[in-house]
């Protein structure tokens, strides 16, 4: 089937690193450490990745509409492309990284290490640790060809009003949902504290990577790999009013995860080769040998 997107609406991004990287200087600090700076996120400067970073969410907040996600679940929640050994889907992943980009000298491997291996040294569950390992396989989908807004970027629910806490909230006045009168008010098509559990979020590695482990893992594994993206939430509480009293205990988990995967970077890179029994273990302690993508 042909890409109803131009080549340069599905690859803004030089790397889709460079929205992680974003991040950061949207919240360079913990959120208990962070007093609310939101002025200061606009007036950074860093050339180049500013305008790409800005052109990536101006197409992620345009297309992402309530029926792009029931579309894409449909692609891709049968689990019917492929079939892969979990350490096949590591090696996969790690071709995401272009080699011939200096400034990039994390590989995917790599980020997945930092941060699982920064939750193993405070010495949490070992759940907790795979969660950490595993967190970002669902990128993946961007081997599939997917456009890069529907594979990262913050996540947010679709079927009710887009929060002005989204980042670049501007660019939804393009997305027909904020035209449409069943979803452009507060509550939408959900119902007061309706509970996550029946809201749609909008499509990427997250959701898609919850659903392919949702049996496998323990409850609060699979709400830091569902919402680890969804920012407007965890980051400012700006749709407290569909979060069941589950969720808000569950998203303590979240809160808890966020910082692992944002600020584990360290000065000496995991040993990914000394790591590999350790992690083979944990992995098959915990999952299927063969993954279904
Ligand atoms: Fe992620
Ligand atoms: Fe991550």
Redesign the pocket.
């Known amino acids: 089937m042909q890409s109803p997107y131009k080549d340069k609406e599905i690859a803004p991004l030089q790397n889709i690193e460079d929205w992680e990287e974003d991040l950061k200087v949207r919240y360079p600090k913990p959120k208990d450490e962070q007093a609310k700076a939101k002025g200061d996120y606009r007036n950074y400067h860093d050339s180049d990745r500013v305008d790409t970073v800005r052109e990536f969410y101006r197409l992620n907040h345009k297309y992402q509409t309530y029926d792009f996600v029931v579309e894409k679940e449909k692609e891709f929640l049968t689990f019917q492309k492929r079939e892969m050994p979990f350490w096949d889907a590591i090696d996969y992943l790690n071709t995401l990284v272009d080699d011939s980009d200096p400034d990039i000298d994390l590989d995917q491997l790599q980020h997945l290490l930092q941060t699982s291996e920064a939750i193993r040294a405070d010495g949490h569950p070992d759940w907790f640790v795979l969660t950490g390992f595993i967190?970002?396989m669902g990128k993946v989908l961007c081997l599939f060809g997917e456009p890069q807004w529907a594979v990262?970027g913050d996540t947010f629910p679709v079927g009710c009003k887009h929060s002005e806490d989204i980042v670049y909230p501007e660019f939804f006045r393009d997305n027909p949902d904020a035209q449409d009168d069943r979803f452009n008010n507060k509550y939408g098509i959900y119902n007061h504290h309706c509970g996550l559990e029946n809201v749609k979020m909008s499509w990427g590695?997250?959701e898609y990577l919850y659903q392919m482990v949702k049996d496998y893992l323990p409850e609060p594994a699979l709400y830091m790999i569902r919402y680890?993206?969804f920012y407007a939430q965890h980051r400012e509480n700006a749709y407290d009013h569909l979060l069941s009293d589950h969720d808000r205990e569950m998203f303590r988990w979240v809160d808890k995860f966020n910082p692992y995967?944002l600020y584990s970077k360290v000065p000496v890179p995991p040993d990914a080769k000394a790591l590999r029994p350790y992690y083979e273990d944990l992995v098959a302690k915990y999952l299927p040998p063969v993954l279904k993508f």
């Open positions: 967190h970002d990262v590695h997250d680890h993206s995967d």
